[in-house]
């Protein structure tokens, strides 16, 4: 399973790092492409950062490009989303997902891509 934490409520200009932990047998983290995604209210889940499954390629939104960082933690089974310059329109909350299917170079975009899902972490941006 995955676990999301580190959400709240910020001030806009502010940073905020998400953390997501994979847990459980059938989880070997350095096997799962990972992402980001949110989903405002009355809108669709949409992508927000990916990561290959050893750490070297990453892409990102590009409302989030020059303000967010994903990274992981293979040795903590751990998955980041560092949001730097929060806005009011990134309030949202914020998914972590994993993919079982990932090969060794592999992003994924698309919510279809993910096999596993976090419960999520709201992220609240005041103006």
């Known amino acids: 399973q995955l676990q999301a934490s580190g959400g709240g409520l910020v001030q806009a200009g502010d940073s905020l790092r998400l953390s997501c932990v994979a847990s459980?047998?059938?989880?070997?983290?350095?096997?799962?492409?990972l992402g980001w995604f949110r989903q405002a209210p009355g809108k669709e889940r949409e992508f927000v950062a990916a990561?290959?499954?050893?750490?070297?390629?990453?892409d990102l939104a590009d409302s989030v490009k020059v303000r967010f960082a994903i990274s992981r933690d293979n040795t903590r089974s751990t998955v980041y989303l560092q949001m730097n310059s929060l806005k009011p329109e990134d309030t949202a909350i914020y998914f972590c997902?994993?993919?079982?299917?990932?090969?060794?170079?592999?992003?994924?975009?698309?919510?279809?891509?993910?096999?596993?899902w976090g419960q999520g972490t709201l992220v609240t941006v005041s103006s």
């Open positions: 997902a994993a993919t079982t299917r990932a090969i060794y170079s592999g992003l994924y975009y698309r919510v279809s891509d993910y096999d596993y």
């Open positions: 990561i290959n499954r050893r750490s070297g390629i990453t």
């Open positions: 459980g047998r059938s989880f070997e983290i350095n096997r799962l492409g």
